[in-house]
């Protein structure tokens, strides 16, 4: 092997062997084993700009195994990215530093997406390489024209979301989408015989994937199959035969070397073997150069690509753009005038109706369940094999990585994507979503069916923990209109708020609108407002969300009846609630110390507000297959049980 390259790969793996060793913590058997297909990969084929790492036409590269995070640090930092600094490498794994434990995506660093949480990587992938596709029909093959690689390893490719995200790929075939895969058969157990005995080759063939064998420690093998995919017609997999922790004598090709430190008295060693004499985060100047060289490549190929940018500039800008406002203002309008009893997923769809009949980023899609999440709508083309003039996916039953390329949709530019499912299998969505909202990108997640209220589908299918559990995640926001009015409001915020991540939780059933008068102000912007008090001096407050807002207003008139006063809170979205000013909040919350709550689920997140005097009405237990009106009953989830057990409350 050649000298150059050897050198070129060798600083990856002692960076990554020095940065774990100071950390006392970290993977270096993973970079040590894929320092030379990464070498290859961005010395000869990557395109990429380390002065605009944000580049819109840079070919992608996710590192879906995420443990071998130093791998992609050294690179980053080799080739002249300002984000990581050799004194950030130093810092490996500490406070603050970029250079966290699993790569944690930040625009213009770099960092293509948040990995550690293993498999979505391949998914986010498939959502960049979809992207690619789209956005190439929309702006030129001059604009748009890159690849995706995505590293991902024995693990990601054991990973539920691998299977599901690799044949949705192979289905449309992405053929600028490239899996380097870490063949070394060894995961944290030890070798992966314990566990797998697939045969990738017939796995990945049956997808419809180009399957390709090497030597990952051959230079040459490498660049030839490198080399071949540059005219792929179909998505490829480059199986790498790797050592995990190449170099080292006593821990190469042992799970000892994937998640710890070699310890100095190896290292020594391993300097020996690989002829490697510098010292610790030392890299010699005239290797560093020669990387530096790699990295300004980059920045002729987007000044060249810029000429052209430029002249095209107004048209991009144009097809980029996206101003939902006024066509929302209209909807709201004709809503109050039609007063219709309607489920809030088709006021979903009717409010989709109007987004999709003008051009726009919106990708939609649904996993399978298009005609009962309502997320299709006339306006619609669908994605086909090879044919991404379209702005609709069918993901087919593969809810997790329909989140997974959701997020890679919403990273990679302008796309805002939404995917349909039933709320109960927001459960199937979970990891992903998580990450959506910690990489604040703005995907939304519609999902239907959001209570005991979808009837006989019974207990599977009735979502009772759900919406806590949801509401739990930092910086998601899970809205639950209660009518037509409030569903386009909600559907306002989600496209709205570029930096979070939105669960729209419609009901299949049809709902009383409660909204009757036109306003200007977005109410569901406040979280929670009030929409009926039956006297000015109120000493109830009874909250509700979506579906069981109708059921308040029925409790609170029953109640004054018996001349108990109260008012009735919409609570769509307890986080938005949740930021508003104090003063806001103390209106809501303190005018009246008797409050209860009513939402069809858990009553965990109701406490908050109603404090452990309030009382919640909800499912503490799994659901009931019946008509939804018995399984109300069953529940006590009506107006006269409520009214009773609220009149006690209050003579305590
Ligand atoms: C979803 C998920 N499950 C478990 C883990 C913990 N984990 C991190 S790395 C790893 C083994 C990965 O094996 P492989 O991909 O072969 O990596 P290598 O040991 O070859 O570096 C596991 C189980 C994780 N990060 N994500
Ligand atoms: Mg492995």
């Not at 960049?128 to 789209?134: Q, R």
């Not at 017609?233 to 042992?254: E, M, R």
């Not at 899609?365 to 997320?375: E, F, H, K, W, Y």
């Not at 009931?624 to 049980?641: C, E, Q, R, V």
């Amino acid at each position: 092997m050649n000298k150059q390259h050897n050198d070129l790969a060798n600083c990856i793996r002692f960076l990554s062997i020095d940065a774990v060793q100071k950390a006392n913590s970290g993977h270096p058997g993973m970079p040590m084993g894929m320092a030379d297909v990464a070498t290859v990969l961005f010395k000869n084929f990557l395109r990429f700009n380390p002065k605009n790492p944000d580049w819109l036409n840079r070919d992608r590269f996710v590192l879906s195994a995420g443990h071998g995070s130093m791998l992609l640090y050294s690179l980053l930092y080799l080739t002249g990215y300002k984000s990581i600094s050799l004194n950030s490498i130093k810092k490996f794994r500490q406070l603050n530093s970029i250079c966290a434990g699993h790569p944690e995506y930040h625009s213009k660093t770099g960092i293509e997406t948040t990995t550690g949480p293993l498999g979505q990587g391949i998914a986010n992938a498939v959502g960049f390489a979809i992207a690619e596709e789209i956005l190439k029909r929309k702006l030129g093959k001059e604009i748009i024209n890159h690849k995706t690689y995505v590293l991902a390893g024995d693990g990601c490719l054991m990973e539920g979301i691998s299977h599901e995200a690799m044949s949705l790929a192979g289905h449309l075939k992405l053929k600028n989408l490239v899996m380097l895969f870490d063949n070394n058969s060894i995961s944290i157990d030890g070798p992966t015989s314990l566990a797998v005995s697939d045969n990738f080759k017939k796995r990945f063939e049956s997808y419809g994937w180009e399957y390709i064998l090497i030597n990952g420690h051959n230079e040459k093998e490498i660049f030839k199959a490198l080399k071949k995919v540059q005219n792929a017609k179909k998505p490829t997999i480059i199986s790498c035969k790797t050592k995990i922790g190449y170099g080292s004598p006593n821990k190469s090709g042992k799970s000892s070397s994937h998640g710890s430190p070699l310890g100095l008295d190896e290292i020594k060693l391993v300097r020996k073997v690989l002829n490697w004499s510098h010292k610790p985060f030392q890299i010699p100047n005239k290797i560093l150069d020669e990387w530096k060289k790699i990295g300004k490549k980059g920045e002729l190929l987007e000044n060249k690509w810029n000429k052209i940018y430029k002249k095209k500039k107004k048209k991009i800008d144009k097809v980029l753009k996206n101003n939902f406002t006024k066509i929302l203002k209209k909807e709201k309008q004709i809503s109050i005038r039609e007063n219709k009893s309607l489920a809030t997923r088709k006021s979903s769809e009717l409010t989709l109706n109007v987004l999709t009949d003008k051009n726009n980023t919106l990708i939609g899609g649904s996993a399978d369940l298009a005609g009962s999440n309502n997320t299709k709508t006339k306006h619609h083309k669908i994605i086909k094999p090879g044919e991404f003039n379209g702005n609709y996916i069918h993901y087919g039953v593969r809810e997790h990585a329909m989140s997974g390329i959701m997020n890679g949709l919403a990273l990679h530019s302008n796309f805002i994507p939404y995917g349909g499912t039933f709320l109960i299998f927001s459960d199937y969505c979970k990891p992903s979503i998580r990450l959506s909202a910690m990489m604040q990108q703005r995907v939304i997640y519609v999902m239907t069916h959001d209570s005991i209220g979808l009837g006989e589908d019974g207990p599977t299918h009735q979502p009772i923990e759900q919406l806590s559990g949801l509401r739990s995640i930092p910086n998601l926001n899970v809205f639950r209109p209660a009518d037509r009015m409030e569903t386009i409001e909600c559907w306002e915020l989600a496209l709205k708020k570029s930096k979070t991540p939105s669960v729209l939780s419609l009901t299949r059933q049809n709902l009383k609108p409660i909204r009757t008068k036109y306003s200007n102000i977005n109410k569901c912007s406040f979280g929670a407002y009030e929409v009926l008090r039956t006297n000015k001096k109120i000493n109830l407050t009874i909250f509700a969300s979506g579906s069981e807002v109708n059921l308040a207003i029925e409790t609170s008139h029953k109640l004054a009846k018996d001349k108990i006063y109260s008012k009735v809170i919409s609570m769509p979205c307890q986080n938005l609630f949740d930021q508003q000013s104090e003063s806001y909040k103390g209106k809501i919350l303190r005018e009246s110390k008797n409050k209860i709550s009513i939402e069809a689920a858990s009553t965990d997140c109701w406490r908050k507000y109603v404090g452990t005097d309030g009382l919640a009405f909800g499912i503490d237990a799994f659901g009931k297959s019946a008509p939804y009106n018995d399984i109300y009953k069953h529940f006590g989830l009506t107006a006269t049980n409520i009214a009773n057990k609220s009149k006690k409350l209050m003579r305590n």
